[in-house]
């Protein structure tokens, strides 16, 4: 009976209007699977996170958009993305029903890029939305434990492994080794 699930992590902190404009885009944009909030530093509360970010095939990695800008009247309030962080995101539940949940076998880390590819893969859109914004603390940079590293490095792998052609996977080793 739901049209839209919000996922929030325990770690961030909504401006009142939040939810509130993603619900307003998603009624405007049925094109759009998903949309996440412009997100910031907790701790430095003008500094942007990112605002969504593309996968890069090439380089094997991703390519957070805005990632540490100042926040300013000059960025744009809809970006178009291949993922957007899962910690404030807004999602139609006919497509969970259509692509599924988060792939279990990442468990963290790279679960919500590999979960936004496959929403794109059927012809969704995913964007971040200016207006939506979101303070989150991001503890995945914590490096007391190899908990982060090791499950980042290992869902990278298994992102760019599964969805890339066997031809291409000596180009991901090769990068992987390179790093």
């Given amino acids: 009976p739901y049209e839209y699930v919000q996922l929030l992590d325990n770690d961030v902190v909504?401006?009142?209007?939040a939810i509130q404009a993603l619900i307003e885009y998603l009624e405007h944009n049925l094109d759009v699977a998903a949309a996440g909030s412009k997100l910031y530093v907790m701790e430095q509360p003008d500094q942007l996170q990112e605002m969504g970010g593309l996968i890069d095939w090439e380089g094997c990695h991703v390519k957070p958009f805005f990632k540490g800008a100042k926040d300013h009247d000059h960025l744009p309030e809809v970006v178009d993305c291949d993922y957007v962080p899962a910690c404030s995101v807004m999602i139609?539940?006919?497509?969970?029903?259509?692509?599924?949940?988060m792939d279990e076998a990442f468990f963290i880390y790279w679960d919500d890029i590999e979960w936004f590819h496959r929403m794109?893969?059927?012809?969704?859109?995913?964007?971040?939305?200016?207006?939506?914004k979101a303070w989150h603390k991001m503890s995945a940079g914590d490096?007391?434990?190899t908990f982060p590293t090791y499950y980042f490095w290992r869902n990278k792998l298994h992102f760019f492994a599964k969805y890339m052609t066997d031809d291409?996977?000596?180009?991901?080793?090769?990068?992987?080794?390179?790093e």
């Fill in 143 to 145: 490096r007391r434990t």
């Fill in 14 to 17: 909504l401006d009142p209007n």
């Fill in 120 to 132: 794109k893969r059927r012809g969704y859109r995913i964007v971040s939305l200016g207006s939506s």
């Fill in 168 to 178: 291409k996977l000596p180009h991901l080793a090769e990068r992987i080794s390179r």
């Fill in 92 to 101: 139609r539940t006919e497509v969970l029903r259509e692509v599924g949940l």
